[in-house]
């Protein structure tokens, strides 16, 4: 079972095909004996057991083979209802029933995101979802949390900042770990114990509550507005991650477990690359995600591919909850996701391996910010390192950068392009024009892949108030910061600096 | 002549919202000339069952790629996919792996 490596999959009995018709023949090419149930990968028949056995396999040699993940540290797993995550909960929850060998030794939470109102679902079928998802996550027994979509008007503009460090590929990170778990385990054993006994299991609900109604209706307002489907899912996921970051934070859990299998990324990466995210692709399909600094998003479930989840779900009668999402019955055409999506899958139906050989391409991803940028500012909603590159004019993003301020520009050049509108004449501060603007304010804060999003929304004023606050004061510590340079290289600039200071 | 079947055909993954959110139909196919195959049954849904959307679920003669097909609680592949004949109280599963369902 230890094998699950390309060579693996290349030397799968490709033989004869098998038999087409009846099963009375066939048997499990793993135990050949049992009699097959699935076929996965390009014609390999498993029986029950061995499927099980290599699903459990690989889920548990992803989390081994990584070595991210410590033993007493705090998990959150990120639970929508669907398949993969579900499957997820549900491996952890088998895991740590085995016997103490064999057992996973990480302290699991679950968090799960309410949805409806950016889906458009009605009070009604809200509550009744919230219903069903809170039995389900009682009955894991993990400490959890139900957490409304709309309480990200309530989030602090810290939300957006990341935290501490970041590691710089594989090892650093590992590193990275290691300290958070160091620290994890003082924490425990000077006041997180009581934070953890108290937290959820009898309080799930956050201290907020259920969301107001105003809440409610401003989320609708702001998925209303967005004019295309394809930024609205975009939207959603920004504001879905920054929800469980700060659930994350807030309960002291180092890592998020998300139930992306590798069917999904597959999907993910091909419409990263078509939104424009192509310079964050190892970060948004990888197996560790560490933008965030303090919290390390994890995908453990990035071998299985949906046909493995489905079956083994079905099989393994493992519990989940549909509930409608943003596409629900949308036509095929309806987004860049939804499009990538029929893509993908209709290649892989005549195609066997395009998942695979998707999937094995973004493994092959290094995580390298440009050179110069990675202590650079970053995106205010993917949290991903700028990778402004303000000689770049040639490119879409050279050109549509070129217009806005630019923060790292020299103190000189953005004299001179903010000068004539501002400083002269009227005495007024440096940069005023763009902090007139809040929405170039939110704009120049962002990544090529979001920019291009945030042109789907007409008014950014919709946004929860923690990103607005967030960009603005970012603009301000940029422009007190270049008014410090200023007034450091002095000289030549002598009263300007002054005058402002 | 093939006789009546009665056959179990069930949907989740999020299809059974093409089904007005009905997951588990009993249902039965009439006698006709040919033996009933997958290919057939698909035909038979999008007629009688199918409520709305049919390229959400059907394309070509086959189920839209990302639709599971189990037979029995046997995938598909194994027993011919659409040319599986039918035998009396098979069950059917269509599973959706896609998104959103």
């Not at chain 1, 499927?51 to 083979?65: C, E, I, P, Q, S």
């Not at chain 1, 949805?115 to 009744?128: F, L």
């Not at chain 2, 039918?86 to 269509?94: A, E, G, M």
Request: aromatic share 6%.
């Amino acid at each position: 079972m230890c094998e699950m490596s390309e060579e693996y999959r290349e030397s799968a009995p490709k033989g004869p095909p098998p038999p087409r018709l009846g099963t009375g023949d066939q048997k499990c090419v793993k135990c050949k004996e049992g009699l097959p149930v699935v076929v996965i990968r390009a014609g390999d028949a498993f029986c029950r057991d061995c499927f099980k056995a290599l699903y459990v396999h690989k889920f548990r040699a992803m989390l081994g083979k990584s070595r991210l993940i410590f033993p007493g540290e705090k998990v959150l797993l990120a639970w929508s209802g669907g398949p993969s995550s579900s499957s997820m909960v549900w491996q952890v929850l088998e895991g740590l029933s085995r016997d103490s060998a064999k057992r996973l030794r990480f302290v699991p939470g679950v968090v799960y995101i309410d949805e409806g109102a950016a889906c458009g679902q009605s009070p009604e079928d809200r509550a009744r979802t919230l219903a069903e998802v809170k039995l389900a996550l009682q009955t894991t027994g993990f400490p959890w949390h139900a957490v409304a979509l709309e309480e990200v008007f309530s989030l602090p503009p810290s939300a957006l900042r990341c935290s501490a460090q970041e590691a710089a590929g594989t090892e650093g990170a590992y590193k990275a770990a290691v300290d958070s778990f160091l620290q994890q385990q003082h924490a425990l054993g000077t006041n997180g114990v009581e934070r953890q006994s108290q937290h959820c299991a009898q309080d799930p609900q956050s201290p907020t509550g259920p969301p107001t109604t105003a809440q409610t209706q401003a989320l609708s307002r702001l998925f209303d507005s967005v004019k295309t489907l394809t930024a609205k899912e975009e939207l959603l996921q920004t504001l879905r991650t920054h929800l469980i970051l700060h659930v994350a934070r807030n309960h002291g859990y180092s890592k998020v477990m998300t139930g992306d299998s590798c069917t999904r990324l597959a999907i993910k990466l091909m419409t990263s690359l078509a939104l424009g995210r192509g310079a964050f692709l190892a970060w948004d399909t990888g197996f560790s995600d560490e933008r965030h600094g303090d919290v390390v998003v994890v995908r453990p479930m990035r071998e299985h591919t949906l046909k493995e989840v489905a079956f083994y779900n079905r099989l393994f009668a493992v519990p989940s909850i549909c509930t409608p999402a943003l596409d629900t019955k949308a036509p095929e055409k309806a987004s860049i996701h939804r499009l990538m999506e029929a893509f993908i899958l209709r290649l892989q139906a005549q195609f066997p391996s395009t998942v695979s050989t998707v999937y094995r391409t973004s493994e092959k991803l290094v995580k390298a910010p440009r050179a110069g940028c990675a202590a650079g500012p970053r995106c205010l909603l993917c949290m991903c390192t700028l990778d402004v590159d303000t000689a770049d004019s040639a490119t879409a993003f050279g050109a549509q950068t070129s217009h806005l301020p630019q923060m790292q520009t020299p103190v000189t050049q953005a004299r001179a392009a903010a000068g004539p509108c501002c400083c002269a004449g009227m005495g007024g501060a440096p940069g005023c024009c763009k902090r007139e603007d809040p929405r170039a304010q939110v704009m120049e804060q962002l990544c090529y892949g979001c920019r291009v999003n945030m042109k789907d929304l007409p008014s950014l004023e919709l946004l929860p108030p923690y990103i607005l606050s967030e960009a603005q004061l970012r603009s301000q510590r940029a422009t007190a910061e270049q008014e410090i340079r200023e007034y450091l290289l002095g000289d030549s600039e002598d009263e300007a600096g002054t005058g402002e200071s | 002549m093939a006789a009546p079947l009665s056959v179990e055909v069930e949907f989740g993954g999020g299809a059974e919202l093409l089904f007005d959110g009905v997951k588990k139909h009993q249902v039965t196919l009439p006698g006709q000339e040919e033996p009933w195959d997958i290919r057939s049954l698909l035909v038979w849904i999008k007629k009688n069952l199918l409520k709305e959307r049919p390229e959400l679920f059907i394309q070509g003669d086959s189920v839209r790629p990302g639709i599971l097909v189990l037979v029995n609680d046997a995938d598909w592949e194994l027993l011919g996919e659409l040319d599986y004949q039918l035998q009396d109280q098979d069950s059917v599963l269509f599973i959706s792996t896609l998104h959103g369902g």
